[in-house]
């Protein structure tokens, strides 16, 4: 039993050395040519623009609940007003970031997991391989960098539907006008909360993209390995953005001090 026990450690900790060279190799070729350009536009067209209609009903859904939320808190301590305000904060420093990243853990990591791993099983990699394209590159590569590109414009999508799910769910209760909405959302927020809190979420695409295409391109056991492929890919890298989280806003609040308060 004990050593079964150690067996299953040895091969998880393997499992993650795979996985930690994997990401460092497709962080070293990003940046260095040759650029596969037009399969990286085809995939922040499918990656990224195909997922804006998820983001931004999501977005709306969230800013609604948000602000009625907010409004049954405030309303206790007459301070009303702060609505706009307090839900812009929650939206653009954590709200919006993470849920966009957890969204596209389970639209981008399924599809990637599947796709990748269906080449695998049915040999296309290979095919690519022996045609002299590097598959890493072409397949990898790519679906990282389209990530890493898409995810901070899809949390700007977020946090702006959020902040109009947010007006539409206070003129309803109200009858607040859109300009009086909007100038005291913004009337707290700065550069400081927005840029950092949006670039993390680059590592959160990183992450994702890196996780999903590693589960992929190591698939085995034939169509049955592409199903668990992708169940994992979406959970691992969900599991992995909320871990990474932690640490950023830890190293945000080191940076940019101003962003705590």
Known sequence: ????????????????????????????????????FRETVRQLYELGLRSAPLIAVSGLAVGVVLSMHTRASLERFGAESMIPAGLAMALVRETGPLTAALLLSGRIGAGIGAELGAMRVTEQIDALEASAVDAFRYL????????????????????????????????????????????????????????????????????????????GFTTTSGTEGVGRASTRAVVLSSILCIVANVVLVQMIFFVYPQAAG
Do not use: W
Request: proline fraction near 4%; glycine fraction near 8%.
């Open 1 to 36: 039993m004990l050593a079964a026990a150690a067996d299953r450690t040895t091969t998880h900790l393997s499992s993650v050395g795979e996985l930690a060279l994997f990401a460092g190799k497709a962080a070293r070729q990003i940046v260095v040519p040759p650029y596969e």
């Open 140 to 215: 990898v590569v790519t679906r990282v960098l389209a990530c890493v590109i898409a995810l901070p414009l899809l949390t700007t999508i977020m946090n702006f539907a959020g902040m109009l799910g947010g007006f539409v769910a206070e003129t309803a209760a109200t009858g607040m006008p859109l300009g009086l909405y909007f100038t005291r959302a913004f009337s707290l927020i700065e550069m400081s909360d927005y840029v950092p809190a949006t670039l993390k979420t680059m590592v959160f695409g990183f992450i994702i993209a890196t996780v999903s295409c590693f589960l």
